[in-house]
């Protein structure tokens, strides 16, 4: 069997806001803008915002999946987390640093760059 994951979407209450902080976070514009779904392209990748209450969908919120962003090196992972909530703070596991933050909307996410 042939695999691909090419998308992921995040869970957002206030989706302009969401999409005020990934626009600032990735350094780019969002590809799709909608009031229920918002797309990122990041190298051929699909980060999707979902306004799930928009539709009135149910949602529990955790820490069990985790998006993980891995940038070129611990400068840029530090510059990107300066002044974010921050959940798991800057460790080295394995050949990585490693750390998580809190985006706007409660989600848990994972930002890596390697140890040189």
């Given at each position: 069997m042939k695999c691909n994951i090419r998308s992921l979407y995040l869970c957002v209450r206030d989706m302009e806001r969401a999409i005020r902080f990934y626009?600032?976070?990735?350094?780019?514009e969002a590809a799709e803008k909608n009031k229920i779904y918002s797309?990122?392209?990041?190298?051929?990748?699909?980060?999707?915002?979902?306004?799930?209450?928009e539709v009135q969908e149910n949602h529990v919120f955790g820490s069990n999946c985790l998006p993980s962003i891995d940038v070129e090196n611990v400068d840029i992972l530090k510059d990107?987390?300066?002044?974010?909530?921050i959940c798991f703070p800057l460790t080295k596991?394995?050949?990585?640093?490693?750390?998580e933050?809190?985006?706007?909307?409660?989600?848990?996410i994972e930002i890596t760059a390697p140890i040189k």
């Open positions: 626009e600032k976070f990735f350094e780019r797309v990122f392209e990041i190298s051929g990748f699909r980060l999707g915002l979902f306004a799930f209450e990107k987390i300066k002044d974010l909530e596991i394995g050949g990585n640093w490693v750390a933050f809190v985006d706007t909307e409660g989600n848990h």
